[in-house]
């Protein structure tokens, strides 16, 4: 029997959505329902094996899957915006023109649906977070990659002393 998952109330500005995962018996997929209020629903297919987590930047909502990034619509007359990954998704970061995806084992700058930049990392990554302008990536094995948005690209920077 399949369960389902609604995260009710998620809130962005002045719009609330409603969010539900119901698996497929299948067991790797889900089927995705984005309700905005009570006027709009959207359906879509999506990969379940990591739990659907959600961000927020400002006015963009977004959720993300293990494969997949749903832009929120901040109007009615518009669908959400969907991009496919072809790795893991761990952690999503909304930028003022675009994205920083963090996956298992890269980090990716994406600027609309469009890849801009990509760095492999040595390992799977074990958390994320933000020092001043630079997304500083910790590895499994302690392991640490600091980046710089720099424009549509990625840079690497080195690694300070302690």
């Known amino acids: 029997m399949t369960q389902a998952i609604t995260v009710r109330a998620f809130v962005i500005g002045s719009r609330n959505y409603s969010v539900q995962v119901v698996?497929?018996?299948e067991g790797r997929g889900a089927v995705?329902?984005?309700?905005?209020?009570?006027?709009?629903?959207?359906?879509?297919?999506?990969?379940?094996?990591?739990?659907?987590?959600?961000?927020?930047?400002g006015e963009v909502g977004?959720?993300?899957?293990?494969?997949?990034?749903?832009?929120?619509?901040?109007?009615?007359?518009?669908?959400?915006?969907?991009?496919?990954?072809?790795e893991d998704l761990m952690f999503v970061f909304r930028l003022v023109d675009g994205w920083v995806a963090v996956c298992e084992t890269s980090v990716i700058r994406l600027v609309g649906s469009r890849e801009t930049g990509r760095v492999e990392l040595a390992d799977v990554v074990d958390s994320v977070g933000w020092e001043g302008g630079e997304l500083i990536v910790r590895d499994v094995r302690s392991g640490v990659t600091r980046l710089e948005v720099d424009g549509e690209r990625l840079r690497t920077r080195p690694e300070r002393n302690p």
Do not use: K, M, Q
Not at 62 to 86: C, H, K, M, N, Q
């Open 62 to 86: 977004y959720v993300w899957s293990a494969r997949e990034l749903i832009e929120l619509p901040a109007d009615s007359g518009t669908r959400p915006r969907l991009v496919e990954f072809d």
């Open 23 to 25: 698996p497929t018996a």
């Open 32 to 57: 995705l329902t984005i309700s905005r209020g009570n006027d709009h629903e959207w359906v879509s297919t999506i990969s379940e094996w990591r739990e659907v987590s959600f961000g927020a930047f």
